[in-house]
């Protein structure tokens, strides 16, 4: 038997249930992972409470990304022992995720923990981290070179913003840093390498089709009109890295951007991102990671306080990343 927070639904409201399960009840999988730890974000928030339409299935454990040891595998890519990371694949959503101290999972969804991290540093890095170092792939990918000038992250205060302001500085990029909160987030968004600050209104005005060109390329975490402002701004040949939907599924747009200045839209989903490109990209980042990262805040919560911690989440009491100790 083996502790889980399960989600269920009574009329309509969600309930969360710290539970005793057996490993016959979990999901069919390839591998059997004993779960060191789990991490606590705001999608998790919403479907603990039950605030947002995260689940889509009852009953439900939560969780979207995990970090553990293999206990049983079908699958001869791992072996009993070997060290797993999960982010993605809809896990805590459609299929059972990590707030469990057992998961069994699709082998084709895990990848190999990198040396030089551990399972907690990894859920400190979590699914925001793994898709931040796909945003810097992207630009990467589409030539961006720090030479060519600056480069600008929006919703930089964010678990994907503010692991993209660390990397793109440790790779010598100039980081333009675009917050809501500029007195609150800007000495910490300087600390992770941000060489300008900048007020989020700036971005919500609304944008001509081209405009002043200022970004040799950017990491957009919001969508909507501050994407939209964003793309008026490129620099010719520049890439955009897109990730958020944060502002809303619209986006206020012409082709001119795209025609006649050459800009590069790069889409980034996690979710369902190949092994090989998921291997890669937990590799580089845990390369380009300083160490100075894993100080920044961060609270160690047991299974039983998930249910309290989500509803602070959701509210906005809570800084820094949440991470949850299964062992």
């Known amino acids: 038997m083996f502790n889980a927070l399960v989600l269920n639904q009574e009329e309509k409201r969600t309930i969360a249930a710290l539970t005793q399960l057996d490993e016959s009840q979990l999901p069919a999988g390839d591998v059997l992972i004993d779960v060191d730890y789990s991490s606590l974000n705001y999608k998790d928030g919403l479907a603990i409470t039950g605030k947002g339409k995260i689940i889509r299935e009852f009953p439900m454990v939560p969780g979207i990304d995990l970090a553990g040891t293999v206990l049983q595998s079908e699958d001869a890519r791992y072996q009993a022992g070997d060290q797993v990371v999960l982010t993605g694949w809809g896990v805590g959503e459609n ?23 551990d399972s907690k540093k990894a859920m400190m890095v979590g699914t925001a981290g793994f898709t931040a170092m796909l945003c810097v792939q992207a630009l990467l990918d589409g030539g961006v070179k720090p030479e060519d ?3 600008v992250v929006t919703g930089a205060s964010g678990g994907v913003g503010s692991v993209a302001v660390t990397l793109l500085a440790a790779l010598g ?12 987030n800007g000495p910490l968004l300087q600390q992770l390498g941000a060489k300008r600050i900048i007020d989020r209104s700036e971005f919500e005005e609304p944008a001509r089709p081209l405009e002043k060109q200022i970004w040799a390329g950017a990491v957009d975490t919001v969508g909507s009109k501050v994407l939209a402002k964003l793309l008026a701004q490129m620099d010719y040949n520049s890439t955009v890295a897109a990730c958020g939907l ?4 619209d986006l206020p747009t012409t082709v001119m951007p795209f025609i006649l200045r050459n800009v ?11 092994r090989e490109k998921r291997m890669a990209a937990w590799e580089k980042l845990v390369s380009l990671l300083p160490e100075s990262y894993f100080t920044q805040a961060c609270q160690e919560i047991s299974l039983e306080q998930a249910p309290e911690y989500a509803e602070a989440i959701t509210n906005g009491q809570v800084t820094g990343r949440v991470v949850i100790k299964l062992k």
């Open 95 to 117: 299929h059972w995720g990590g707030m469990a101290e057992r998961a069994r999972l699709k082998a084709d969804w895990l990848v190999p923990l990198p040396q030089g991290i």
């Open 149 to 151: 000038g600056e480069v």
């Open 173 to 184: 990029y100039q980081v333009a840093a675009v917050t809501g909160r500029v007195e609150v």
């Open 246 to 249: 944060a502002g809303g599924f």
């Open 264 to 274: 590069r839209l790069q889409g980034v989903d996690s979710v369902s991102c190949p």
